[in-house]
């Protein structure tokens, strides 16, 4: 016999887990271009963009993620 | 001009995205069990994910190269693309014509055109729809390449298959539900992915105040940081209109053309859970619309203090002498982003392209399925069956998309004739559909011959000042006029001549029985019951707040 199908997670969900693995190499390459400010010559580099950058998509990824990871829709 | 480096965490973000888009259509692919779930998502969405994806179809990367570039040749006129131009329209739809639709219980909007008045009609708009989808897919397709070509360079046929198979797979597994929510993935890499781009030039420039006070230094005599102070008189706005060619052509007609009519965007709202919700998909939508001028306006205007910098180095491709003036945003990117913020900002753009693109092809696949397919050519197809040609239509639409993209390829001047597109087909739509709704003495003969004179109306408007056949100033009613102008006063006169050809054919023809349009039409259909629902979670009280904001807007901008 089929099995029911599982109830399906909701898109608030993954964009949670899409913004806080993103944040997470945004935030991996800004502490790399704080290490070495010859990789990252851009303009306003030395308020390093990359880094509190990805601190703001990791917590936004991680409050999505927390408030939906026992949520499901039908 | 050089072309943006990518490092390795770049490429890691660009294979995130795409890792994502396609295990969304694998892991939705067990949820979609039949033709409703393919077509229409189920009709289980909140309105919030409804209303995130109904602005997000919008959305694509297109518009936001194209507005920021326009910002940059046209000034803060472009902002009435957002607010006037779009937000009464969207309030228009969720308030009074969405009960229409949606207790319709139609899968399209061919479909209430049928219902309303006939068969002829219905098909007559099918195809103008699915013809002018697949021309939008496949130009957004070729923009795309373009786009990764001229600042990645990348290889233009690794771009248009890679992105199109991508989004041929995962639309085909999952339909309307994956296309939704790749766009709400779309709309969260925006704003994640570009907004910053405005802060640090905020941040460069000193404060917002400094980026108006210079724009205004450099443009003296024509104001490009103003809405509407400046709309008496043609010559003293960077747009070359008019106030009414703002509020009649894009504030009328082509707003409420496209955001009523056009199905790309109100499929999203078909797929809410109830009528509730429904009504609030465009009113929520409306919200978030409004804001999208903090990007885009704001580093329109950016560019336009960097570019007469010369201490800042920045400055726009020349593209054969001409201006590129979409390059402005993908420059300040390569100006403000270090490894890994580039990758974010490329991601977004490549998400608005393939949402953009998946959904036109959802759009397509409804359309060609129900309204050509099942309506002309199979009428007694099996729920299986349509299923079926959904998938197929999915990976045919692709296709015709790819041919349409090289055809473009080697006519680049098609991208200029995307505004006028939405023309031919909306904006008489939109008078059908208003007439169609409100008023129950409309007969099917004069809908059909109504709109098919507005259509060709405009496009022969359209060809008659570009041959120069007519003077473009009996169009735009003013001396001096901009392509802009010209594309919302032909808006405009598509609209009046289909509704004045509807009106006066339906005194000489047959008009159906009352009792065949109750739910269809004003006054043969119950009003919409609000009992039980406290007034904070009405869609009236959204509205009113949003109508709020919008006059706020305008008048801070004034």
Same mark, same amino acid.
């Given at each position: 016999m089929e099995q029911e199908p599982k109830k399906m997670k909701p898109i608030w969900y993954f964009v949670g887990l899409m913004l806080s693995s993103m944040g997470a190499v945004v935030l991996i390459s800004g502490i790399v271009n704080y290490s070495d400010t010859e990789i990252a010559k851009t303009v306003l580099s030395e308020l390093h963009?990359?880094?509190?950058?990805?601190v703001v998509m990791i917590a936004a990824g991680l409050i999505f993620l927390l408030a939906n990871r026992k949520t499901t829709v039908d | 001009m050089q072309s943006i480096q990518l490092a390795f965490s770049d490429w890691l973000i660009i294979a995130i995205y795409f890792g994502f888009v396609l295990g969304i259509g694998l892991y939705l692919k067990r949820f979609t069990k039949n033709e409703n779930d393919f077509f229409l998502a189920g009709r289980k969405n #909140? @309105?919030?994910?409804?209303?995130?994806?109904?602005? #997000?179809?919008?959305?694509?990367?297109?518009?936001?190269?194209?507005?920021?570039?326009?910002?940059?040749k046209y000034g803060m006129y472009v902002a009435h693309f957002y607010w006037i131009g779009a937000i009464p329209a969207m309030i228009f739809l969720g308030i009074y014509m969405m009960p229409f639709y949606y207790s319709a219980k139609i899968k399209s909007v061919p479909g209430y055109l049928k219902l309303r008045f006939d068969e002829?009609?219905?098909?007559?708009?099918?195809?103008?729809?699915a013809v002018m989808t697949l021309l939008v897919s496949g130009i957004n397709l070729y923009a795309m390449a373009l786009v990764l070509h001229t600042f990645l360079g990348w290889d233009w046929n690794v771009s248009m298959w890679i992105s199109a198979a991508t989004v041929a797979a995962y639309v085909t597994l999952s339909g309307l539900l994956s296309a939704i929510f790749t766009e709400i993935i779309q709309?969260?890499?925006?704003?994640?992915?570009?907004?910053?781009? @405005?802060i640090l030039g905020i941040i460069e420039i000193g404060s917002v105040n400094d980026i108006f006070q210079r724009v205004d230094e450099l443009y003296k005599t024509v104001s490009y940081t103003t809405l509407w102070s400046t709309s008496a008189d043609p010559s003293l706005n960077g747009m070359v209109i008019t106030w009414g060619g703002i509020v009649l052509g894009l504030g009328f007609v082509l707003s409420f053309g496209y955001w009523t009519t056009d199905f790309l965007v109100v499929q999203r709202a078909f797929s809410a859970k109830d009528l509730r919700a429904a009504r609030m998909t465009p009113i929520l939508a409306s919200f978030f619309k409004m804001a999208v001028p903090f990007i885009v306006i704001l580093t329109g205007l950016i560019a336009i203090v960097l570019a007469n910098d010369p201490k800042s180095g920045f400055a726009l491709v020349q593209d054969g002498g001409q201006v590129n003036y979409d390059s402005a945003l993908p420059l300040l990117i390569a100006r403000y982003y270090p490894p890994g913020l580039v990758g974010l900002g490329v991601t977004a753009l490549l998400a608005g392209f393939m949402a953009g693109q998946a959904g036109n092809i959802s759009a397509f696949n409804t359309v060609w399925t129900y309204d050509i397919y099942h309506s002309v050519i199979n009428k007694k197809a099996s729920e299986a069956h349509l299923l079926w040609m959904g998938r197929v239509a999915t990976v045919v639409g692709i296709l015709i998309s790819l041919v349409t993209a090289?055809?473009?390829? @080697?006519?680049? #001047?098609?991208?200029?004739?995307?505004?006028?597109i939405f023309s031919w087909v909306n904006a008489p739509l939109f008078a059908t559909m208003l007439l169609g709704m409100f008023v129950r003495w409309i007969t099917p003969n004069a809908a059909f011959w109504g709109l098919l004179a507005g259509m060709g109306s405009s496009f022969t408007l359209f060809l008659a000042v570009k041959f120069s056949w007519i003077d473009g100033r009996l169009?735009?009613?003013?001396?001096?006029? @901009?392509?802009?102008?010209a594309n919302f006063w032909r808006a405009w006169w598509a609209w009046l001549i289909c509704f004045v050809v509807t009106i006066v054919l339906s005194f000489f023809t047959k008009r159906k029985p009352d009792e065949e349009l109750v739910g269809l039409v004003k006054g043969l259909t119950p009003a919409v019951s609000t009992e039980g629902i406290p007034w904070h979670r009405r869609p009236e009280a959204y509205a009113v707040i949003s109508v709020l904001v919008l006059i706020a807007l305008n008048i801070y901008f004034w």
């Open positions: 963009p990359a880094l509190w950058w990805g | #909140s @309105s919030w994910v409804a209303g995130l994806a109904f602005l #997000s179809a919008n959305l694509g990367a297109l518009e936001l190269l194209g507005m920021t570039g326009n910002t940059f002829k009609t219905r098909v007559l708009n099918g195809i103008a729809f709309f969260f890499l925006i704003w994640f992915g570009l907004f910053l781009v @405005s090289y055809w473009a390829k @080697s006519f680049p #001047s098609i991208m200029d004739y995307m505004q006028a169009i735009t009613l003013s001396d001096v006029a @901009s392509d802009m102008a």
